[in-house]
């Protein structure tokens, strides 16, 4: 079919004056970086650079298995956990002021006439900073997140999109306050025109 | 003194109050997405993995050896604790050691997950899920050559008693990492990725 089966995308870290400044996000205040290693639910990059404001990454359609699996659109566990690993690395090393936003962005995009694109974003930096445990890649509370999202998303149809967001968006708010959900908002050119909170 | 001592007593109790104690085994059935909750073993249902296993083929002359044992109260989502099954392990190859974490420490090498639940997936895309069993037990593991690729791995240990022959049915599910480089594998296995194993 032409498919990839692995996941592909990259990591945005900004190089210019004012991390907080959403005015200075042009392509010419960040620097891009590849995966070294893809796989059809994971990428590894190099270890987390300071200033790694945005993600960006692809949801195949289906797995490398045999015969393969159909892979969901809608952000899976390890994605919050990746975010939960960017809001820390970045409050610790450039803390949002108290009338700024943390600008960690973590967009999820699938292909296709019905593919989506989601972006998760944080909503309150300090309930990120405040949760405990191993988020970073194999460790037991991003596997365990894995785990239970899966558990939510795949007895669900695969094609009930709506009914997909509704529990991820529910899953969040329930056990990840911080952090929220959006879905863009495509125009009959393919641009976006705006987002909406799930 | 006694104030300190008073504010001690009172911490413990709220601490008590807090985290609940539920069987481990209802982790993904009744109490799935429990929160501040110990998914503890307290039917004894790891027991039965406990204790070293091992599959010979005299074909590929292969030894694996594998000890499973269990650590209590380790951190889960949700902000859960819970038990899980560890292991050390050795593979060996026409009588040569290929590795051995019973006596060397390469890092991270095997996770337990949990009694999980599993999905037969249909041509429609669509998927059924099959409820978590006591027998069935979920895990990750990795070889030495490719540590750091735990979450690309999931092994199913599945127990089995034949007339007093006490069995594993190993299964590990390896999602392939592809070098971007080179568009290699890096996680090849030198393991069988199924293999039934003898408790010895």
């Known amino acids: 079919m032409g498919f990839t089966t692995q996941e592909d995308g990259k990591r945005f870290i900004y190089t210019g004056n004012d991390i907080n400044n959403t005015d200075t996000y042009t392509d010419s205040n960040f620097n891009q970086q590849s995966p070294t290693i893809r796989e059809s639910d994971a990428l590894k990059f190099p270890p987390l650079e300071n200033k790694t404001l945005i993600g960006a990454h692809y949801h195949p359609p289906l797995d490398d298995s045999s015969p393969p699996k159909p892979i969901r659109k809608v952000p899976s566990g390890t994605d919050i956990a990746e975010h939960i690993v960017m809001v820390k690395k970045i409050a610790e090393t450039d803390p949002t002021l108290p009338t700024d936003i943390n600008q960690v962005t973590n967009f999820v995009v699938s292909k296709g006439a019905s593919g989506k694109t989601y972006a998760i974003r944080t909503n309150n930096e300090q309930d990120v900073v405040n949760l405990e445990g191993d988020f970073e890649i194999d460790g037991e509370k991003r596997e365990d997140i894995a785990d239970a999202v899966a558990d939510l998303i795949l007895p669900i149809p695969v094609n009930d999109i709506d009914a997909q967001e509704e529990a991820i968006a529910l899953y969040l708010s329930e056990n990840y306050p911080g952090l929220s959900l959006y879905e863009a908002v495509y125009n009959s050119e393919g641009n976006i025109v705006t987002w909406t909170k799930l | ?200």
């Open chain 2, 1 to 200: 003194m006694k104030h300190i001592i008073y504010t001690l007593i009172l911490l413990f109790s709220i601490n008590s109050i807090a985290q609940q104690i539920v069987p481990l085994e209802t982790e993904y059935t009744t109490n799935f997405l429990e929160r501040d909750t110990y998914f503890k073993d307290i039917n004894g249902e790891l027991d039965k993995f406990i204790g070293t296993w091992k599959y010979e083929d005299t074909t590929s002359n292969t030894v694996f050896e594998i000890t499973l044992s269990k650590i209590e109260n380790t951190e889960s989502a949700h902000s859960c604790t819970e038990d899980r099954l560890t292991g050390q392990f050795k593979l060996v190859v026409n009588g040569i050691e290929q590795y051995n974490t019973y006596t060397n420490d390469y890092g991270k090498m095997i996770m337990g997950k949990g009694f999980n639940p599993t999905y037969t997936y249909l041509s429609d895309g669509n998927a059924i899920r099959n409820p978590p069993s006591v027998n069935r037990y979920h895990m990750a593991i990795v070889e030495p050559s490719f540590v750091g690729f735990l979450h690309s791995s999931d092994l199913t240990i599945t127990y089995e008693n034949n007339s007093g022959v006490e069995k594993i049915n190993w299964n590990n599910e390896v999602d392939k990492a592809i070098r971007v480089v080179d568009n290699q594998q890096v996680n090849i296995y030198q393991m069988p990725l199924e293999m039934e194993l003898i408790k010895q």
